[in-house]
């Protein structure tokens, strides 16, 4: 089973603990944690479900490849880890 877990910043906006949780995709994994915490999932995903912009999904130590529908296949050892991306100089 797949752990998930965010930055700081996300849980200082919705209280989500690390998970370890059913997912045999990355999206599968969020869908479960937003179960738990249905706020988090406005912050990660927009209404249609695509990764926000400014979001970045590493499984693995690797970004995801399929930011539309993280469709990106997990194992049981994997690990999420969601992130607000930072651009500027």
Same mark, same amino acid.
């Given at each position: &089973? *797949?752990t998930?877990?965010f930055?700081?910043n996300?849980r200082? =906006?919705v /209280?989500c *603990?690390?998970?370890t949780? !059913?997912g045999q995709t990355?999206r599968?994994?969020l869908?479960a944690?937003f179960? %738990?915490f *249905? +706020?988090? +999932?406005g912050?990660?995903? /927009?209404? +249609?479900g695509? =990764? +926000? %912009?400014?979001m970045?999904?590493f =499984?693995d130590?690797? *970004?995801?490849? !399929?930011r539309?529908? $993280?469709?990106?296949?997990?194992?049981p050892?994997? &690990?999420?880890y969601?992130m $607000?991306? =930072?651009?500027?100089?």
């Open positions: &089973m *797949p998930v877990a930055t700081a996300l200082a =906006l /209280d *603990p690390t998970r949780v !059913d990355v599968a994994a869908d944690v179960v %738990e *249905p +706020r988090l +999932r912050y990660v995903v /927009d209404e +249609r695509v =990764l +926000r %912009e400014h970045v999904v =499984l130590g690797v *970004p995801i490849n !399929d539309s529908s $993280q469709s990106d296949v997990t194992t050892a994997s &690990m999420i969601v $607000q991306a =930072l651009s500027g100089g």
